[in-house]
């Protein structure tokens, strides 16, 4: 059942860039698996190129449209569909994610039974195992080798699961997150200076403070492509924008000083890594194209990282586009 005003059982807000097909499927799938539930859709439609607003005019009139003229980003997007909901609870929903039967009841159940729930998620397997979750960022992981970090975490995500009505876990992946309003109301909407990425690391930290537990329910499962607009970034720019995404989440919940020892110890593995590959290249009369374009990626990543120092650790936390953030390196060299 669906409505498109007075009180709402669930206000289903779809963020969209690029992804019309997608979008399409997520429409359906809100107004499809709504259940017993009253459900409002609202898609925030950040100046897509593909058509997507006229598709949802068209094709969708009971579906609530804002569409931007510029691409202001996931979490101010995410807070513009915030402030025109009228849902008891309020559910993010990726464009290239879809719903399932059942789903929604089932996340609506989990959360009316447990009123210190302040946020839920569904798995994203139907055998439940899949745990769409994260652990908060700490220091002493983001030293170790890449590698070994994402195993150590991933090992830490995993334990969490449980054969249960809902288990608890650090933090929520947003590309299905269900919030109730009480804690919108108490800790405020997504932080716009986060453009995107760690958003969700960021409000589930906000509702750890307040107490909210954090939760997925392994009885609801959804859909999720993985990625579909971010695909559409070139590799390089996502990567920089993640980079100063996370820097940005430290400096709000870290400090400066954790902050600069975690910058100083990116700058210097990434400074040996092109230092490394320079001197292997050098030695062989000619490089394979992979070695080289190995070579200019660490150089661009090397020269982003000391051109924006003062970014990261000094000036004051602002969305970050990543527009033009690679520089232009020479031919197998530093910018």
């Known amino acids: 059942m669906s409505t498109s005003d007075g009180q709402v059982d669930v206000s289903v807000v779809i963020v969209s860039w690029n992804t019309r097909a997608l979008l399409a499927r997520a429409i359906v799938s809100a107004r499809q698996c709504a259940g017993g539930q009253t459900v409002q859709t609202i898609v925030v439609d950040n100046a897509s190129s593909d058509g997507s607003a006229d598709m949802v005019r068209t094709l969708y009139s009971n579906v609530q449209l804002i569409a931007n003229t510029e691409n202001l980003g996931y979490t101010k997007a995410c807070n513009q569909g915030l402030a025109a909901a009228h849902g008891r609870y309020l559910l993010f929903l990726n464009s290239d994610a879809e719903l399932t039967r059942g789903c929604l009841d089932k996340l609506v159940r989990v959360m009316d039974a447990h009123p210190d729930i302040g946020a839920c998620s569904p ?8 745990v769409p979750a994260g652990v908060f960022p700490r220091l002493w992981l983001r030293l170790l080798p890449t590698r070994m970090n994402w195993r150590i975490e991933s090992r830490m995500i995993h334990s969490a699961y449980r054969d249960a009505e809902c288990y608890d876990v650090e933090y929520i992946v947003g590309a299905v997150l269900m919030v109730r309003r009480e804690v919108v109301a108490q800790i405020g909407g997504m932080e716009e200076r986060l453009f995107m990425w760690y958003d969700d690391a960021d409000w589930c930290l906000r509702m750890k403070r307040r107490g909210w537990r954090r939760v997925v329910v392994p009885g609801a499962w959804a859909k999720h492509e993985h990625g579909a607009s971010t695909a559409q970034v070139p590799g390089l720019q996502a990567d920089l924008r993640m980079a100063m995404a996370e820097y940005t989440y430290w400096r709000l919940h870290k400090g400066r000083l ?28 000619r490089g394979d194209p992979p070695d080289r374009e190995s070579q200019r990626l ?10 924006h120092g003062l970014d990261v650790l000094v000036r004051k936390p602002r969305p970050y586009t990543g527009e033009a953030a690679a520089p232009s390196p020479g031919k197998g060299g530093m910018p």
């Not at 798995?123 to 899949?130: A, H």
């Not at 910058?263 to 009369?285: E, I, M, Q, T």
């Open 123 to 130: 798995s994203w397997t139907e055998d439940g195992r899949n």
């Open 258 to 285: 954790l902050t600069a020892i975690l910058y100083c110890s990116r700058v210097l593995r990434l400074g040996g890594g092109w230092a490394w590959l320079s001197v292997r290249n050098h030695r062989r009369r």
């Open 298 to 307: 660490a150089a661009a990543r090397f020269g982003w990282h000391l051109g």
